[in-house]
């Protein structure tokens, strides 16, 4: 296993994922749940994005071969992509649609968990790392953001009485400055590939 992609991969998918940011709008849409529905809903949410980011780290790159579209194509709309993302986050954007029926399918699990901005990562990521060992580290690196979303959507009511309204929307906007750097990386690569 590639212990550097792992991290990599782990780092930069906890930081698209955001679970922390996750947290407040996980409260807000699932507050009149008992605490047993509520647990519920965060493994729902979690399987869910899985199902998502999982298949589309498998099947990706048929879907991008069969569209004829090359990874630095993908890796330069992926960046564009994540910063408006990170533009989202850095301007306090990032609001749930309360309406939803199933608050732990949509918003929680697509577009928060498993959006465009993670999926076109593990595509990429997939596709630029094609040895065994480096293939392991992105696979071991899906579960373990995966994992620590699911962690952080368990001790939601924990984290919701720990951690100031102010203090969740300072570390949103954190995550949106290192998202944007991401971003902006993978539109460097993508137009070196190119060139």
């Known amino acids: 296993m590639d212990w550097q992609i792992l991290g990599e991969t782990f780092l930069?998918?906890?930081?698209?994922?955001?679970?922390?940011?996750?947290?407040?709008?996980?409260?807000?849409?699932?507050?009149?749940?008992?605490?047993?529905?509520?647990?519920?809903?965060?493994?729902?949410?979690?399987?869910a994005a899985s199902i998502l980011v999982l298949g589309f780290a498998l099947i990706g790159r048929f879907i991008l071969e069969y569209l004829h579209v090359s990874v630095e194509a993908l890796s330069i709309s992926g960046g564009?992509?994540?910063?408006?993302?990170?533009?989202?986050?850095?301007?306090?954007?990032?609001?749930?649609?309360?309406?939803?029926?199933d608050v732990a399918l949509v918003p929680l699990a697509t577009p928060l968990v498993a959006g465009p901005g993670a999926i076109a990562t593990v595509i990429v990521l997939v596709r630029q790392n094609t040895e065994t060992p480096e293939r392991l580290g992105v696979l071991v690196g899906i579960i373990g953001a995966l994992g620590t979303v699911l962690l952080a959507l368990l001790l939601a009511g924990w984290l919701s009485r720990k951690l100031s309204e102010s203090f969740v929307s300072f570390l949103?906007?954190?995550?949106?400055?290192?998202?944007?750097?991401?971003?902006?990386?993978?539109?460097?690569?993508g137009v070196k590939g190119l060139s």
């Open 12 to 47: 930069t998918l906890v930081v698209i994922m955001d679970p922390i940011g996750i947290v407040p709008i996980f409260i807000a849409t699932t507050g009149k749940l008992s605490p047993e529905l509520r647990r519920k809903a965060a493994f729902r949410a979690v399987g």
């Open 172 to 189: 949103t906007r954190v995550f949106g400055l290192l998202l944007s750097a991401i971003a902006v990386q993978l539109v460097v690569d």
């Open 80 to 101: 564009l992509l994540l910063l408006l993302v990170a533009l989202e986050m850095l301007r306090g954007l990032d609001s749930p649609d309360a309406e939803s029926e």
